[in-house]
Antibody, heavy 121, light 111 residues
Framework: QVRLQESGPGLVKPSGTLSLTCTVS??????????WGWIRQPPGKGLEWVGS???????YYNPSLKSRLTIFVDRSKNQFSLKLTSVTAADTSVYYC?????????????WGQGTLVTVSS | QSVLTQVPSVSGAPGQGVTISCTGT?????????VQWYQQLPGTAPKVLIY???NRPSGVSDRFSGSIFGTSASLAITGLQADDEADYYC???????????FGGGTKLTVL
């Protein structure tokens, strides 16, 4: 059974860069039938898809975040990572990493436990 | 403003049933991209309840069922139990945005 675990700083200063890593265990990030994605949830609010990456490095970004977002994969470590630049308080959220299949009708079938990132000085 | 529209809250008594709706457009649900439903218990990550509008993953109770009609989908929960109290989200893909999208969520209260 695949497991995902987020890691990274819990506090980021405004205008700084938010960096998170998701470590995948129990399965290979090189499995060609899956995308590896990030979803975030502001405190008390709903879910927002942030972006996804394929093992080859192909990326798919939420248009509202695309200009600030980079997602990349490290196959040697079975990890994928997110970098979000120029953050503001609006980026404060629980960030989840999740797996979904390579069809547009796919569901996010495995999730990490989530990590809270607060943007504050 | 979410691309998929859900009512903010529903409630029901133990043993009763409720239905949660999710309204989309011809760019997402109506385009045949399917609908997924997730249950999020307090303080935990979402868990998929229904995929492909009507399919249950193994281990999900048959008290949960999904349906789809045109640009809308519904999640029905029968025989309400106290531990069904959670937030429920629908999800699809939107081809005009090029993005996977979620509904705003519905909070289920078991009275």
């Amino acid at each position: 059974q695949v497991r995902l675990q987020e890691s990274g700083p819990g506090l980021v200063k405004p205008s700084g860069t938010l960096s998170l890593t998701c470590t995948v265990s129990g399965g290979s990030i090189g499995n060609n039938i899956y995308y590896w994605g990030w979803i975030r949830q502001p405190p008390g609010k709903g879910l927002e898809w942030v972006g996804s990456v394929y093992f080859s490095g192909s990326t798919y970004y939420n248009p509202s975040l695309k200009s600030r977002l980079t997602i990349f994969v490290d196959r040697s470590k079975n990890q994928f990572s997110l970098k979000l630049t120029s953050v503001t308080a609006a980026d404060t959220s629980v960030y989840y990493c999740a797996r979904h299949s390579t069809t547009v009708s796919s569901n996010f079938d495995s999730w990490g436990q989530g990590t809270l990132v607060t943007v504050s000085s | 403003q979410s691309v998929l529209t859900q009512v903010p809250s529903v409630s029901g008594a133990p043993g009763q049933g409720v239905t949660i709706s999710c309204t989309g457009t011809t760019s997402n649900i109506g385009a045949g991209y399917g609908v997924q439903w997730y249950q999020q218990l307090p303080g935990t990550a979402p868990k998929v309840l229904i995929y492909g509008a009507t399919n249950r993953p193994s281990g999900v109770s048959d008290r949960f069922s999904g349906s789809i009609f045109g640009t809308s989908a519904s999640l029905a929960i029968t025989g309400l139990q106290a531990d069904d109290e959670a937030d429920y989200y629908c999800q699809s893909y939107d081809n005009s945005l090029g993005a996977w999208v979620f509904g705003g969520g519905t909070k289920l209260t078991v009275l």
